[in-house]
């Protein structure tokens, strides 16, 4: 595998996908770093084109609610972690999906 600025590129996205679930997990719900990492990853995505992205708009769309659903502070318990295992579960098919971009 060559190393150029794609695959750098996507190499640091895996990495802040995981930083992001590092702050899911530590409870740091009100931070925007996942609201820029989707904004981030979608930009990143747009600008490969529609054969090359392997990560689909609708996985970065539902992230992308779920982060911001997260922000608001007068939700449930457990609505709220129910919202934080769908992002979770997005997260971890975006690292999948970036993996196979990376890898492939």
């Known amino acids: 595998m060559p190393t150029n600025a794609f695959t750098v590129t996507t190499g640091l996205l895996v990495a802040f996908a995981l930083f992001v679930m590092f702050t899911l997990f530590k ?5 925007n770093v996942p609201i820029i990492f989707y904004i981030v990853l979608a930009v990143y995505s747009r600008s490969l084109g529609a054969d ?14 779920a982060a911001l659903t997260l922000r608001f502070e007068f939700m449930n318990a ?15 098919g975006t690292v999948y999906f970036l993996m196979v971009t990376l890898l492939a």
């Open 27 to 31: 409870n740091w719900l009100d931070s």
């Open 52 to 65: 090359d992205s392997k990560v689909p708009l609708w996985l970065i769309l539902t992230g992308c609610a």
């Open 78 to 92: 457990f609505f709220t972690k129910i919202v934080k295992f769908i992002q979770l579960c997005v997260l971890a």
